[in-house]
Every structure is written in C-alpha cells, then in structure tokens.
C-alpha cells in the first residue's frame, strides 16, 4: 500500500461528525420529551378518576331519590353530599318533554372537580 491509498482509507473511517452527534441528541430530546408529555396526560386523566367515580355514585343516587320520592318531597333534599371524605355538590333541573315525561337532569361536582351528569326521565305528576 502508498501513502495515498492509505490516507484515501482513513478519511472514510473518521467516525461520527459533530453534527451527525448533534442531530442524533436532538432527535432523543424530542422523543424524550414527546414520552414524557405522553405520560403526563395519563396521569392527570387518571388522576381525577375517584372524583368523577363518587359523583357518578351521587347522581345516580340522587336519580333513585327523584324517582322513588313524591314530588312534595323531592324540594327537601339536600343540594350537598359528602361521600369518600369529599363534599359533592348537587343540581337539579326538569323539563317537560313532548312525550309527556319530566325529564330531570342531576348534575353532581365533586370540590376537586370531577363530575357528573345523570338523566331520568319521571312521570308528570297529576295536579291535585
């Protein structure tokens, strides 16, 4: 082999160019990041999944509650719950529909934020 072959062989064998190393270390930045906001949107669509369970609880109950109550009753509950340790707000709104039903809408909020909505739909009590 002459000199001029040789240097021809090491020039190809140089290895990795800074910039080669440095678009390398950007593109797993990029993933890094991309995984980690990945991971953090989970956590917090995890995170409110015990409120939102208690004011399912709440709502549903409140439903049984409506249905089961007369309507001279129903004005009297409470528009406050507290369940799991958390106090569960309570709204509730009727309408009458086509059909000749009440539709009741119970809206339950947990203070930390979950929620919940439930539907019933009640017969309209006669007048008296």
């Not at 990945?38 to 609880?57: H, N, T, V, Y």
Request: positive net charge; glycine residues 10%; hydrophobic residues 45%.
């Amino acid at each position: 082999m002459d000199g001029a072959e040789m240097r021809r062989r090491l020039k190809g064998d140089r290895g990795l160019t800074l910039i080669e190393l440095a678009v390398a270390v950007l593109v797993l930045a990029i993933g890094s990041i991309a995984a980690l906001r990945a991971a953090d949107q989970s956590r917090m669509a995890i995170g409110g999944a015990a409120d939102r369970l208690l004011a399912q609880i709440v709502a549903r109950n409140r439903a049984e509650e409506l249905r089961l109550l007369p309507p001279e009753e129903r004005a009297a509950l409470p528009t406050e719950i507290t369940m799991g340790g958390q106090t569960i707000s309570l709204a509730t709104t009727t309408k009458t529909t086509a059909a000749g039903l009440t539709e009741t809408t119970v809206t339950a909020r947990a203070q930390r934020g979950g929620g919940a909505i439930f539907v019933i739909y009640l017969p309209v009590e006669p007048a008296s």
